[in-house]
């Protein structure tokens, strides 16, 4: 009898799942294997679109899949953990055929799931063709086994069994039924039996963190060196595992369908009549529609605890996923598709060495004289440990923001005192700037890694002295920074610079005026940029020495181990700033800034009152403007040149152009495409100054933010009141996304209030033949009015500008008006006609700033109700 702690041997099982291509199936599936001792389940017949592979919320499992379309020939791999460190690679041969292969020592045990076509009737008639097709599709099928059989020694050949009750006309097993097989592992490494079971959750129990700490609190007697800070590591590490607490993961299934699960296995050993097996099929039909009312409660649940609490729905998402999805398939530079472990740590190695390698020689100017820098005080660390989010992961060190935060009496004056010898010696203990670096997939091709980006997942003790240092110099590079960047400042935001393109547009269409915008893209801006230039840029705006040192000696000592296959790969950085670091931001727009400083622009861009704007910049998202195609050859020339020389570089593919005249502009011999609209800091900007483009987006982002909490919005047992704050949380946000930049024509507020009250009758769960009134809806919902709640994001924008100290683009712009006559004709509904008429006046920046934001806002509510009365 196999005995599953044996170590060394391995329980290798087949299924055909008939259809495994929705969650509910697949948490059917999870749950039916508990108790069942299996290593590793070869799949069949899954219909689960793509090729990829999922860490299982639901169970210990890694879910290998391989199927890119809805064919009914897609397999793939159950592994359980008990496995999973010893698989070196998943691949899909052919849409019926895929391969796991799972090493031991110097030998690999290859396993192969095969899908074999159906067996067709063998009546006469238009049948005998669909026939003649199977066997091809088994010759086929056969003939790639042979070949790939053939290539590992192990010849497809041989006699085999031919009970009638295991195979078919083609020798081929046709039973639909768990087979398990008990093997022996090549290997000498032994395999240690983990039950398998939910993934474990924990929480700190604060009273006794809080009395662990105060009993043993730590002691940095030498906080220049690695062990004052591996001492504090260890003591914090102690108090929370003496505070952890198990949480038991809330089942999705409830015990009513565990039950239900129950009484189907029994009923299957019992189809000995036509009415059993009838019996059975609709009883099989109930549990899969109680499995996916499971789903849905659950997930409502989820949603309604996190309404509740006033959380945000980020952990909601998280706990609700069916899994994690894993990398094991990337693209090399050769153009060959790698799946190994081994290939795909070089693969990921080799592109970013090359990419973190320093490609520009930038000699560090060294200060005259080393200004040294007060001490940090404990009322900063603690006002930086406030300001940390919760909830957010943790480094190699596994220290969270919620341990420092709990125990913050005991370890902010600790953390003090290490802080300040960190500064005094320019130096950090070993391994706390260390960073695990992750990789997310952002869009288009999956192969291409190009298409993920790092993040590092720092520690927090490291990102909380960062977060302090970022406080002392960010008013230095703030005071530094022209107010053509809005990045990561404060009192700036990207509604500037929308308004300031919408604002421009609009005079260049109502005047005629020549307008050239050129969206530039940088490649990887943040991990390119050269780290010595990053210094020369932050010193010569004012920022002390002793920090740069500092922040030199984290930059050159620290390492960066990215993940893969769960196995961390070091990768030497040379150049770029620290993803996921709170100073990068501050660090790279004052490099950015240093580029511009380098550019002699002030007499190019379009002449606004006397102003030259020349660009607008949101961090790395840079707009470059100008009057004529030449002007504009010339800036981007220069822009070009002056990057390259601090390491960054202009993706050619992605930077657009949109102009009111033809125009070629090209940069490095490849012309920039033209555009009709472009997304510009997540509006679409067209030259033609029509928002009922942009609206329908902005519906359609609404209507997307609507179905992915469709179950808990449209219930009828959840009650309104969350409703209600759900839909003001998530789906009007998402409505009214730049609404502060919009001419609120009347079909733009008809087609936003249509949308609203389409989504009120779903929540209410009335349709328009029952003829409810809108202000019926909108007293059963009493959700906040979204034409109403644009109206007043849109005057207290304006409001707002007009009492702004800080001379913005989006001022000036509003109050320019071009030294040239206006062409004959009604112009199109302007952003400011609103104000003028409900002011009775052209200069309504002097009557909003006359005015309390409340009286504004009563103005504005007035003039609404009216243009809606006419």
């Known amino acids: 009898m196999f005995q599953p702690k044996e170590a060394g041997r391995l329980a290798i099982g087949t299924l055909n799942v008939r259809r495994l291509s929705s969650t509910d199936r697949l948490v059917e599936l999870q749950q039916e294997l508990r108790g069942i001792n299996i290593d590793v389940l070869a799949l069949t017949e899954l219909r689960w679109r793509g090729t990829g592979c999922l860490d299982l919320s639901d169970s210990e499992f890694r879910f290998y899949h391989a199927d890119d379309s809805q064919d009914v020939s897609g397999t793939g791999f159950l592994d359980s953990r008990r496995t999973q460190p010893f698989v070196e690679a998943f691949n899909k041969m052919t849409p019926r055929i895929s391969k796991l292969d799972l090493k031991f020592g110097r030998q690999v045990l290859r396993l192969y799931a095969v899908y074999a076509p159906p067996t067709t009737s063998t009546s006469r008639g238009a049948e005998d063709d669909d026939e003649e097709d199977a066997e091809e599709d088994y010759e086929s099928l056969l003939e790639t086994l042979r070949s790939e059989l053939g290539r590992t020694g192990c010849p497809l050949t041989g006699a085999r069994r031919t009970s009638a009750t295991a195979l078919g006309s083609h020798n081929a097993c046709s039973d639909h039924r768990l087979v398990r097989a008990i093997i022996q592992t090549p290997g000498r490494e032994a395999l240690h039996h983990e039950e398998k079971k939910p993934k474990e959750r924990h929480r700190l129990n604060r009273d006794l963190y809080r009395m662990a700490l105060n009993i043993a609190p730590p002691v940095s007697a030498s906080p220049t060196t690695s062990s004052g800070y591996a001492n504090l590591a260890k003591i914090i590490h102690e108090a929370a595992e003496f505070a952890r607490e198990d949480v038991r993961r809330e089942p999705r299934l409830s015990p009513n369908t565990e039950d239900l699960l129950k009484q189907r296995r029994v009923l299957k050993n019992r189809r000995s009549t036509a009415t059993d097996r009838i019996a059975f099929t609709e009883f099989n039909k109930m549990v899969r529609r109680e499995i996916r009312k499971d789903l849905v409660k659950h997930h409502q649940r989820l949603v309604e605890e996190a309404v509740e609490s006033n959380r945000g729905l980020r952990t909601v998402r998280r706990e609700a996923a069916t899994g994690r999805r894993r990398l094991i398939r990337l693209r090399d530079n050769d153009g060959n598709v790698c799946t190994t472990t081994t290939d795909l740590q070089r693969t990921v190695k080799d592109f970013y060495e090359t990419l973190y390698s320093s490609t520009v020689r930038v000699e560090f100017n060294e200060p005259e004289s080393a200004d040294e820098c007060p001490v940090l005080l404990q009322s900063e660390v603690e006002e930086a440990l406030r300001k940390m989010k919760n909830r957010t992961a943790p480094g190699i060190?596994?220290?969270?923001?919620?341990?420092?935060?709990?125990?913050?009496?005991?370890?902010?004056?600790?953390?003090?005192?290490?802080?300040?010898?960190?500064?005094?010696?320019?130096?950090?203990?070993?391994?706390?700037?260390?960073?695990?670096?992750?990789?997310?997939?952002?869009?288009?091709?999956?192969?291409?890694?190009?298409?993920?980006?790092?993040?590092?997942?720092?520690?927090?003790?490291?990102?909380?002295?960062?977060?302090?240092?970022?406080?002392?110099?960010?008013?230095?590079?703030?005071?530094?920074?022209?107010?053509?960047?809005?990045?990561?400042?404060?009192?700036?935001?990207?509604?500037?610079?929308?308004?300031?393109?919408?604002?421009?547009?609009?005079?260049?269409?109502?005047?005629?005026?020549?307008?050239?915008?050129?969206?530039?893209?940088?490649?990887?801006?943040?991990?390119?940029?050269?780290?010595?230039?990053?210094?020369?840029?932050?010193?010569?705006?004012?920022?002390?020495?002793?920090?740069?040192?500092?922040?030199?000696?984290?930059?050159?000592?620290?390492?960066?181990?990215?993940?893969?296959?769960?196995?961390?790969?070091?990768?030497?950085?040379?150049?770029?700033?620290?993803?996921?670091?709170?100073?990068?931001?501050?660090?790279?727009?004052?490099?950015?800034?240093?580029?511009?400083?380098?550019?002699?622009?002030?007499?190019?861009?379009?002449?606004?009152?006397?102003?030259?704007?020349?660009?607008?910049?949101?961090?790395?998202?840079?707009?470059?403007?100008?009057?004529?195609?030449?002007?504009?050859?010339?800036?981007?020339?220069?822009?070009?040149?002056?990057?390259?020389?601090?390491?960054?570089?202009?993706?050619?593919?992605?930077?657009?152009?949109?102009?009111?005249?033809?125009?070629?502009?090209?940069?490095?011999?490849?012309?920039?495409?033209?555009?009709?609209?472009?997304?510009?800091?997540?509006?679409?900007?067209?030259?033609?100054?029509?928002?009922?483009?942009?609206?329908?987006?902005?519906?359609?982002?609404?209507?997307?933010?609507?179905?992915?909490?469709?179950?808990?919005?449209?219930?009828?047992?959840?009650?309104?009141?969350?409703?209600?704050?759900?839909?003001?949380?998530?789906?009007?946000?998402?409505?009214?996304?730049?609404?502060?930049?919009?001419?609120?024509?009347?079909?733009?507020?008809?087609?936003?209030?249509?949308?609203?009250?389409?989504?009120?009758?779903?929540?209410?769960?009335?349709?328009?033949?029952?003829?409810?009134?809108?202000?019926?809806?909108?007293?059963?919902?009493?959700?906040?009015?979204?034409?109403?709640?644009?109206?007043?994001?849109?005057?207290?924008?304006?409001?707002?500008?007009?009492?702004?100290?800080?001379?913005?683009?989006?001022?000036?712009?509003?109050?320019?008006?071009?030294?040239?006559?206006?062409?004959?004709?009604?112009?199109?509904?302007?952003?400011?006609?609103?104000?003028?008429?409900?002011?009775?006046?052209?200069?309504?920046?002097?009557?909003?700033?006359?005015?309390?934001?409340?009286?504004?806002?009563?103005?504005?509510?007035?003039?609404?109700?009216?243009?809606?009365?006419?």
């Open 397 to 870: 060190d596994n220290i969270t923001v919620e341990m420092m935060k709990l125990g913050k009496d005991v370890l902010v004056p600790e953390l003090t005192k290490l802080f300040n010898a960190c500064l005094q010696t320019s130096s950090m203990p070993k391994k706390m700037g260390d960073s695990s670096t992750i990789l997310l997939f952002k869009k288009d091709d999956p192969l291409d890694l190009q298409n993920y980006r790092p993040i590092s997942l720092l520690s927090c003790v490291y990102k909380l002295l960062t977060k302090v240092l970022n406080q002392r110099i960010e008013r230095v590079l703030d005071s530094e920074q022209p107010v053509e960047q809005a990045g990561f400042r404060k009192n700036f935001s990207t509604t500037d610079h929308l308004h300031a393109v919408n604002e421009l547009v609009e005079r260049s269409r109502e005047y005629r005026l020549p307008l050239f915008i050129l969206f530039v893209d940088y490649e990887k801006a943040f991990d390119s940029v050269e780290t010595n230039a990053v210094w020369n840029a932050i010193q010569q705006q004012g920022v002390p020495a002793q920090i740069i040192k500092l922040l030199q000696k984290i930059y050159s000592e620290a390492r960066s181990l990215i993940n893969i296959a769960d196995r961390l790969v070091p990768i030497e950085i040379r150049r770029g700033v620290r993803q996921g670091d709170t100073i990068s931001p501050k660090l790279f727009t004052a490099t950015l800034e240093h580029v511009f400083r380098q550019l002699q622009w002030d007499d190019v861009g379009i002449n606004i009152n006397g102003s030259r704007l020349s660009n607008l910049r949101f961090a790395d998202d840079v707009a470059l403007i100008a009057d004529n195609a030449q002007e504009l050859q010339k800036m981007l020339d220069e822009l070009d040149e002056a990057s390259r020389r601090f390491g960054l570089k202009i993706n050619a593919r992605k930077t657009k152009m949109m102009t009111t005249e033809e125009a070629t502009i090209l940069l490095n011999g490849r012309e920039i495409d033209q555009v009709e609209f472009f997304i510009y800091l997540g509006q679409e900007v067209r030259l033609l100054r029509d928002h009922s483009r942009e609206i329908s987006r902005r519906v359609q982002s609404g209507w997307n933010a609507f179905r992915q909490h469709k179950d808990f919005l449209t219930s009828r047992t959840v009650n309104m009141r969350w409703k209600r704050r759900l839909f003001n949380m998530c789906v009007l946000p998402a409505m009214l996304y730049g609404s502060e930049t919009w001419s609120l024509t009347k079909s733009a507020r008809k087609k936003l209030a249509t949308a609203q009250r389409r989504m009120e009758r779903r929540m209410i769960g009335v349709r328009l033949l029952d003829r409810r009134t809108n202000n019926w809806l909108r007293g059963v919902t009493k959700v906040m009015d979204i034409t109403e709640a644009a109206m007043k994001r849109k005057w207290t924008y304006a409001w707002k500008m007009a009492h702004d100290d800080e001379m913005k683009w989006s001022r000036k712009i509003a109050e320019w008006r071009p030294p040239t006559r206006r062409p004959l004709g009604r112009p199109r509904t302007r952003w400011r006609d609103e104000f003028k008429k409900a002011t009775r006046s052209h200069t309504w920046q002097t009557h909003a700033r006359r005015m309390q934001l409340h009286q504004w806002l009563e103005m504005g509510s007035a003039n609404c109700n009216n243009s809606d009365s006419e």
